[in-house]
Each structure stands twice: as C-alpha cells, then as structure tokens.
T-cell receptor
Framework: DVKVTQSSRYLVKRTGEKVFLECVQDMDHENMFWYRQDPGLGLRLIYFSYDVKMKEKGDIPEGYSVSREKKERFSLILESASTNQTSMYLC????????????FGDGTRLSIL | AQKVTQAQTEISVVEKEDVTLDCVYETRDTTYYLFWYKQPPSGELVFLIRRNSFDEQNEISGRYSWNFQKSTSSFNFTITASQVVDSAVYFCALIANDYKLSFGAGTTVTVRA
C-alpha cells in the first residue's frame, strides 16, 4: 500500500532555530511536494521536486528551502524559523506524470514560539 | 494561474441527510484535471476522485457522486445518506499545464448522529 511518512506529527521550536521536516515515501515516486495548510487558505505549495537533486519553487517558497538527496526522501528546511511559519505541513508524492493523484502523509503540526 | 473556489466554509447535517459540496474553478488551459480529497480528523488527505476536462460524465461510487459541468466550471460532490464517518474537511483541487495542484480553501462537513 502507498505510504508517505512524515517524521513528526507535532513539533515545537523557537524563533530563529533551523528546523528540518523530513518526509519519506516508499512508492518509488518521482515527484515529491511540500505544502502548508492554514485555516481558510487550503493547501499552498511551498516547493516540489521531480527528481533527485532537483527542486522547483512553489507559490510560497520564501523562508524555506528543500533537499532531495535520495529519491525516497524530501526534506523541508526552515532556515530561521519565525512565528508566521506556525502551520500544518503536508508532504506528498506522485508518479512522474503531473496529473497522477498525489499521496499525502499525516502532516506535521509545527509551532514556532 | 488556476483558481479553485469552495464557497461553503462549513456544513452541518444530521445523519442520513444528503450533502452537496460546491466547487468552482478557473483556468485558461483546455486540458486540466480536477480532484477531490478528504481530510479526516487524523490529518491525512485521502484521494477520492480525479476527472479530466474532456470527460464530463458524472460518476457514482457508493454513497459518493460527482457532477462535472464545464459550462459552469463546476465540479460538485454529493454525499448521499451521510454518516458520522463522513465528517471531515473536503478539498477540491485542479491541475493544469503548469502541473501544480491548486487547492480550494476546503469545506468542513460535520455529520451529527
């Protein structure tokens, strides 16, 4: 069965810290995505990757970076966390064709104090 | 750029009632795909359906049905004889030639016993 695993369900960090959110998929999918979900705004795309070591900016990349050293793992990095980055973060993956359904992890609820 | 509008923020119904979720989309591309996802309280988004822009045939899957009308740019979702387990946030989404999935803000459905 399809599985996307995010390393933490809940995370609390302090302003200015460097934060790493990890995501692993076991479906050999080429595409991986990071979204943030905020009430009333739905999901917004932060970054995505269509291959190892490749990355593309989404709609709201400011304050974030990503790393994809292996096909199955896609990391989201908050370089210097700020309170406005408190949110639910969702990772997803899909097959190479962009129109294939994305499969999502359970999400990480991140609080920046 | 694509846009998806889910005008209903919250819907509350009593068990066994039918509930229809509205989704209106905007895109200039002639080829696009529409999706519905369900997000139960556990947090993981679950894929429900994908429909491409050339297939306006309505679809039924158990108690779920979808009505796609290009003339009104709508892709509405109906749950028949709702159950408590249907309580969730439902997202409509669209992907077109930029291969970025654009989500609506979501509709929270609460089914009361």
């Amino acid at each position: 069965d399809v599985k996307v695993t995010q390393s933490s369900r809940y995370l609390v960090k302090r302003t200015g810290e460097k934060v790493f959110l990890e995501c692993v998929q076991d479906m050999d999918h080429e595409n991986m995505f990071w979204y943030r979900q905020d009430p009333g705004l739905g999901l917004r795309l932060i970054y995505f990757s269509y291959d190892v070591k490749m990355k593309e900016k989404g709609d709201i990349p400011e304050g974030y970076s990503v790393s994809r050293e292996k096909k199955e793992r896609f990391s989201l990095i908050l370089e210097s966390a700020s309170t406005n980055q408190t949110s639910m973060y969702l990772c997803a993956s899909s097959l190479i064709s962009g129109v294939q359904p994305q499969h999502f992890g359970d999400g990480t609820r991140l609080s920046i104090l | 750029a694509q846009k998806v509008t889910q005008a209903q923020t919250e819907i509350s119904v009593v068990e066994k009632e039918d509930v229809t979720l509205d989704c209106v989309y905007e895109t200039r591309d002639t080829t696009y795909y529409l999706f519905w996802y369900k997000q139960p309280p556990s947090g993981e988004l679950v894929f429900l359906i994908r429909r491409n822009s050339f297939d306006e045939q309505n679809e039924i899957s158990g108690r779920y049905s979808w009505n796609f009308q290009k003339s009104t740019s709508s892709f509405n979702f109906t749950i028949t004889a709702s159950q408590v387990v249907d309580s969730a946030v439902y997202f409509c989404a669209l992907i077109a030639n930029d291969y970025k999935l654009s989500f609506g803000a979501g509709t929270t459905v609460t089914v009361r016993a």
